[in-house]
């Protein structure tokens, strides 16, 4: 197992619609750098796994739990596991870096 990598070494998985990742992953956690596109959308979902990130540019507006915020570039969220969660761009893209655990599978590739 490498223990450095490059994103601009990694192909994009795509996660929703034109929004995509490039995922990293441990035996425990994975981390995963998200392009958002201006005006896209994170449907409205949930999973088992805890998540927390950042957001690295831009900014994006989180509806957690019910709770809705505008999140800015240096902004982070922790979200339990099983709450739903949406995210919204508006006219400018966003990056953020997520990270899960345990190890979303099916972002592994």
Known sequence: MPYFYSP???AA???FGD???KTFWGDKMLLSVVDLPANSVVPLHSHPHEQAGIMLEGEATFTVGGETRT???GD???I???VEHTVVTGDR???ALDIFSPVREEYQY
């Open 76 to 78: 982070i969220w922790v």
């Open 93 to 95: 893209p966003a990056k």
């Open 8 to 10: 601009a070494e990694r």
């Open 19 to 21: 929004i995509t990742a």
């Open 13 to 15: 998985k795509t996660l």
């Open 80 to 82: 339990p596991g099983g």
């Open 71 to 73: 999140l800015k570039a």
